[in-house]
């Protein structure tokens, strides 16, 4: 865990995308084909199933680096993204580089271009509050990157900025919506409030009744006729 901007230099760059190459389906699919990648680029990676979430332990010079690997959400998101989500033991929100214990609260996607070393770095703690915020703000949006059927049509996204280990950072919301097979992404006006934020929603002409939050969660602020959706 780090309170200053580190950029993550790499001696050698490999990508992680190419090492997830097969993959079609599949939790235990999905472990081990990118347990057998890390292997062939000189990590032994294990993985252990527990339940729906698996546990990757990577063995490095510097000891092993455990994550929690998960298939994503949804079929069909954009190609912005790996197709998985990934958990590291956290600390304040941030990275702390323990070993995990249990299955982490905030899963996350990582984007197409991160590499093997970008990931040693996430693992071992080294991720600034800036480098992880914006990794976060990156999953929210990438997960609701497809329609989905039997939701909403609109929501909230929670998006924040953080810089400093020392305070929690700044909250905001943007506005999702879904429309005939798309979907959008809007801006609104800066404000920690969902209701403040729904209540601009409604001029644009949507009313959203729910927000998606950086740990991936949907949180209900507001009831409908028809009662809470989750």
């Known amino acids: 865990m780090t309170d200053a901007y580190q950029p993550i230099a790499a001696t050698q760059i490999q990508a992680l995308q190419p090492l997830l190459a097969g993959f079609t389906k599949g939790l235990i699919d999905l472990a081990t084909r990118i347990a057998s990648g890390l292997a062939e680029v000189g990590l032994p990676t294990s993985f252990d199933l527990q339940g729906d979430w698996v546990k990757l332990t990577l063995l490095t010079d510097q000891g092993g680096i455990t994550f929690a690997l998960m298939e994503p959400e949804v079929c069909g998101l954009s190609n912005e ?4 989500r990934v958990g590291v033991s956290l600390s304040f929100g941030i990275p702390d580089g323990n070993e ?3 299955k982490p609260d905030t899963m996350f996607y990582l984007p197409a271009s991160f590499t093997v070393d970008q990931l040693l770095a996430l693992g071992r703690g080294q991720f600034s509050p ?3 915020t914006e990794l976060l703000n990156m999953s929210v949006r990438h997960a609701m990157s497809s329609p989905r059927d039997k939701f909403p049509r609109s929501i909230l996204l929670m998006i924040a900025e953080r810089t400093s280990l020392r305070d929690t950072g700044v909250r905001y919301f943007e506005l999702w919506t879904q429309s005939r097979g798309g979907v959008d992404i809007q801006q609104l006006r800066p404000t920690n409030n969902p209701h403040i934020a729904a209540a601009e929603a409604r001029t644009l002409g949507f009313q959203p009744t729910i927000y998606r939050c950086q740990s991936g969660l949907f949180i209900s602020f507001t009831e409908t006729d028809a ?3 989750l």
């Not at 993204?81 to 998985?84: D, E, K, V, Y």
């Open 81 to 84: 993204a790996l197709p998985m």
């Open 100 to 102: 995990l214990t249990d």
């Open 227 to 229: 009662g809470v959706f």
């Open 130 to 132: 800036l480098q992880f």
